[in-house]
């Protein structure tokens, strides 16, 4: 049964944090402005934060699944440090040029794979998530599972911006 409980979700690289290219070591981790403070005001709301992230440095052998699932415990451990958490993060190692690791990828932004999926673990329903990213393949994976999208705002800040859409569309 679906629960009235609500999600943000966020796209990982130049979302919430500095993308690097192929990110993935502690040591590169940054936190974009006002991410954790963000997090936090939505912990207290009791709005679940889940990461939908395309990672093709998977399918590239940059690096493996187990290394992306170590920098995201790395993530929650730096955020509990400001009481705040990501309820989950949803990986797609995938990606088309490099076929190796799975020829018949479902799952990539701008499919609407990741979102269906947390959808369901979750029990939400689309009408109590909301969107952010900063590409067009997460506008598009938005669109394909009709969610609300936004892109990350460049002038004004992640805190602000996701304040402004919990008091005017999730109330």
């Not at 991410?35 to 493996?64: C, D, H, M, P």
């Amino acid at each position: 049964m679906k629960n009235k409980k609500k999600a943000f979700f966020f796209d990982r690289d130049n979302t919430l944090i500095k993308d690097n290219g192929y990110t993935y070591k502690i040591k590169d981790l940054k936190f974009l402005s006002y991410v954790k403070k963000t997090i936090k005001f939505l912990n207290e709301k009791n709005i679940y934060v889940i990461v939908l992230t395309n990672q093709s440095g998977i399918a590239r052998g940059y690096y493996k699944l187990k290394d992306v699932k170590f920098f995201h415990q790395f993530m929650n451990h730096e955020l509990k440090k400001t009481k705040a958490k990501i309820d989950d993060f949803l990986i797609c190692g995938c990606h088309p040029n490099f076929p190796k690791i799975n020829t018949n990828c479902k799952c990539r932004k701008p499919s609407k794979s990741m979102i269906i999926k947390a959808l369901n673990k979750w029990s939400l329903k689309k009408e109590n998530v909301f969107m952010i990213g900063d590409k067009y393949t997460d506008k598009l994976a938005a669109k394909n599972a009709k969610i609300k999208f936004q892109y990350k705002s460049k002038k004004n800040n992640l805190y602000n911006q996701v304040k402004k859409i919990v008091l005017k569309k999730f109330n």
